[in-house]
């Protein structure tokens, strides 16, 4: 263990990373209040790539609780859409009917759940306001040169089949994706079926998940202990990822400066190198996350992560009321 310099703190290395100590192990500093976490507290965008429906965002002044609950939630507790019942009428392919319609089942679905409510009841028929209908029906066949057509069965063949008032009701229901492979045909093979898609979290299924990935890490901070010239500062940037390291010129001499430390993932080469390991110290900033959520492709990312965090304040909400039911 190092202990700070100022402060009765203490960071512990791990992998030959240092993590600054809690604020627990500050020993005899004033408790931080509800309103001094606020004041710390900060969302920044760094991030946000429409098209790939990619986010990167900081999360700055929380601790590790508070972050893993949004990224939990994000992956299990924001409701989607996803095909769940299938009615199968015939398939003489070679895909067993289970392999096909769990196939079908993955299929992420472009629509937005909050227009939709939860199906009350399993065995009732579904009406517009809880049930999606999609309808598959392909046969494969040779055209006039001899060719096949209908070979290929994709998620682009899945059908929306309105229910009582939809069509008027949205525009464009479709699978995220149009051309995930479903099943491979020979002539004269053919698929007819419906499929249901209803409300659900991924806590009941992985398909009814709204993010593809929902990850965080802390911010890495890499301080230069001694000034690092010649063919060690060359070294040291190719210890670590392009950007990382930038080398600039002083007096004719290759001077290595930190640029870009975000760049840095599990980067520890440097270690490797006597002459640069005692002159390097890599860090990570005990409350700064980097969060990176990919949605599925029903909701942005940006419209996710405030579905989450509304979500955690409702269980707060909801916790705080128990704990005044007790009168603890």
Same mark, same amino acid.
């Given at each position: ?9 203490? *960071? &512990? !290395?791990?992998?030959? =990373?240092? $993590? ?7 020993? #005899? ?117 001899? *060719? &096949? !057509?209908?070979?290929? =069965?994709? $998620? ?7 229910? #009582? ?164």
């Amino acid at each position: 263990m190092k202990p700070e310099s100022d402060a009765k703190v203490y *960071k &512990l !290395k791990q992998f030959s =990373v240092w $993590s600054d100590g809690s604020e627990e192990a500050n020993y #005899g500093a004033k408790p931080k209040t509800v309103e001094d976490l606020m004041k710390e507290f900060q969302i920044k965008i760094m991030r946000l790539d429409e098209e790939n429906m990619d986010m990167e965002f900081d999360m700055i002044g929380i601790g590790p609780p508070i972050a893993n609950a949004i990224r939990r939630i994000l992956l299990a507790e924001i409701p989607t859409m996803a095909i769940d019942k299938i009615h199968l009428y015939n398939n003489t392919t070679v895909i067993p009917d289970e392999v096909l319609t769990h196939r079908i089942g993955l299929v992420p679905i472009k629509v937005d759940p909050r227009s939709f409510i939860s199906k009350a009841n399993d065995d009732e028929e579904g009406t517009e306001d809880d049930t999606i209908q999609f309808e598959l029906k392909v046969k494969c066949h040779k055209d006039e040169k001899d *060719k &096949l !057509k209908g070979n290929k =069965v994709t $998620s682009g063949d899945l059908k929306f089949v309105p229910i #009582g008032n939809q069509r008027n009701m949205y525009i464009d229901i479709r699978p995220v994706h149009e051309d995930i492979l479903l099943a491979v045909l020979k002539q004269g093979h053919e698929i007819d079926l419906k499929a249901f898609c209803y409300k659900n979290i991924g806590r009941e299924h992985a398909k009814f998940s709204p993010v593809v990935v929902a990850t965080y890490r802390l911010h890495p901070q890499l301080r230069l202990l001694n000034r690092i010239t010649g063919q060690r500062a060359l070294t040291l940037a190719e210890c670590f990822p392009k950007g990382v390291i930038k080398i600039s010129k002083k007096d004719d001499v290759d001077v290595a400066k930190v640029a870009d430390v975000r760049k840095i993932k599990c980067s520890r080469n440097v270690f490797l190198h006597d002459e640069l390991k005692d002159d390097v110290e890599v860090c990570t900033v005990k409350n700064h996350y980097i969060f990176t959520v990919e949605s599925a492709g029903a909701l942005t990312p940006d419209k996710l992560v405030p579905e989450a965090i509304n979500i955690l304040k409702e269980k707060c909400r909801f916790f705080l009321s128990e704990l005044k039911a007790l009168k603890v």
